[in-house]
């Protein structure tokens, strides 16, 4: 049979559906952009909303297939949805466990800025989503954590609201130095987040839902540009991931990273 037109009332219907899906997710995507420094304002550097069917690897290396941990990093545990959101799988294959996790090395690498995603947590024990930023300069010994330091923005090793925020440097060895936080955020196993760091030149402040959680200047403050990192990672700090429901998931909305620039005028 053909097709017939819609009626004046699906179309009514579809277009008041449409308009209250975009109002829904741009009030839902909001970035809780911190203050630019003085004289400035921010424009978005880099981005992705992990729209289409599949991961953009001019922007993202995904990782894998090695030993990670007490599991495996794995190519196949990274993929899009097909409906907006990045996901980080966490399973059961065969004897061992996997997950996923990508990085934009030699991709993308920057300097300060104002650093964000939005996410949704995995609600099972073993595992845990970190979101970060990391340069070989965390290797070098001399400088403190000026020439590189590791800058974990989130991690979720527990799944009763707390969370922690952690920087390295100096290595990893016998010199190797830390300074971190650990804080609560009741709900925050539901729905959406955004998790946020605003690196200066003088000091890291750290965000989730555009609420300051941290602020520190431990290590003297990476002055060189970085690269962006979504794991998922497997351990015991999580749990024991022999006790967890597997398949398990972290979905990403997006990942966006402001500069600040001169403002008109300046």
């Given amino acids: ?39 400035k304002q921010w424009k978005l550097a880099w981005h992705d909303e992990f729209d289409g069917p599949q991961l953009d690897e001019t ?24 409906t907006g959101s990045l996901v980080l799988r966490t399973r059961k294959d065969g004897d061992r466990y996997t997950c996923g996790a990508v990085n934009t090395a030699g991709k993308f690498e920057h300097a300060f800025g104002y650093y964000v995603a939005r996410c949704k947590l995995p609600r099972q024990q073993g595992h845990w989503p970190a979101f970060w930023l990391m340069t070989p300069g965390v290797n070098h010994v001399g400088d403190e954590g000026r020439d590189g330091t590791e800058i974990d923005i989130i991690e979720v090793p527990w799944r009763d609201g707390q969370l922690t925020s952690n920087l390295h440097w100096d290595g ?39 609420q300051e959680t941290w602020r520190s200047s431990a290590g003297g403050v990476s002055q060189v540009p970085e690269y962006v990192k979504l794991t998922e990672e497997i351990g015991t700090w999580g ?22 620039q ?3 005028g300046n």
């Fill in 1 to 39: 049979m053909p097709s017939r037109p819609p009626g004046k009332l699906f179309v009514a219907c579809l277009l008041a559906t449409t308009l209250a899906t975009g109002m829904a997710r741009s009030q839902t995507t909001n970035d809780f952009l911190p203050p630019a420094p003085d004289s």
């Fill in 59 to 82: 922007k993202w290396n995904r990782l894998g297939d090695w030993k990670r941990r007490d599991g495996y990093w794995v190519k196949e545990d990274t993929y899009l949805n097909g």
């Fill in 172 to 210: 990893y060895g016998k010199a190797h130095k830390s300074a971190g936080t650990k804080f609560s955020r009741p709900g925050i196993m539901e729905g959406w987040h955004t998790f946020g760091l605003l690196w200066l030149p003088t000091e890291y402040t750290f965000y989730v839902d555009g």
């Fill in 239 to 260: 749990g024991e991931i022999q006790k967890a429901s597997l398949p398990d998931y972290c979905e990403v909305d997006y990942v966006r990273v402001y500069e600040a």
């Fill in 262 to 264: 001169a403002a008109p």
